[in-house]
């Protein structure tokens, strides 16, 4: 941060459930050895749940210039669906919009691929691969799906959640920054009706025995049918539910990382992402995924 930072422009941003107060600025910016000079917010004030360094913003491009490569989510701002589930964006101006890390890469750079391919983990040992497919980190092949973007965000339409006999179908968002799963309140309580003991609504979010065992969630998009493994969904003991609050519970009851849509639409969030391979093309655009090794 330059010594005479005050004098740069300031914004607010918000991502999750944390806020930070930044400085917009140009620096470069090195991922893998790969350098690129782009704008960033460089965050004076961060309000965040846990630690971390920052944030990179893989956006879609949206014909040629896209949000914010960096935090980035109040100046895109928040998505809502109508009764048939279909995905619609606010505008946002122009003058919030920059080049993402991806679409520089594919200008400046001669790539393989215009993908960008994510092997997350809950763990260590997740990685991020531009240019190129590793057909060694997956199982099976790779279902390929048409995407949708709105205002950079990248969805799936016709995406059918089902549980317990109950199904919902809709536009449904892939966001890797999203820490849970939220899809139809009908399906999901269906979801958990099949968990002996587990507890809660639709509002607040549900806790299920830390020791048990819950079943895959089963969703299908145009290329075929998919799962999230049920493991995938317990969290913590005690920490944040779904609504943003701090909670306390039962020793031997643990909070999860499926909860229900507040619209018509869904966000396929981090339970999906630390278990599949998912490979997003930049230019078709697509997006496919396969369950990870």
Known sequence: MPADYTNLPQVQDGYGIGQLTARELSDTVTIGGVEQKMQIDAATDVSWPSPFDGIIGMSHSDGGVAPSSYVNITKRQACTSNSDGQISCPSTSTANLRYTFMQLLVQDYTLTQPVFCLNLKYTSGGKVQFGDVDSTAYIGELYKNPAGTVQGWW?????????????????????????STTLDAAVVTAYYSLVNGSQGNAADGWMVPCDATLPDFTFSTTAG???????????QRNGVSMNGNAVTVASNMCYTRLGASTDNSGTIGTPFFATHYVVINQNEPSISFA???
């Open 225 to 235: 049918n998919h799962i999230i493994p049920g493991s995938a969904f317990i969290t």
């Open 155 to 179: 969805y799936i339409n016709n995406v059918t959640a089902t549980a317990d006999g109950v199904s919902h179908g809709g536009d449904v968002l892939f966001d890797t920054g999203a820490p």
């Open 291 to 293: 369950l990870a090794k």
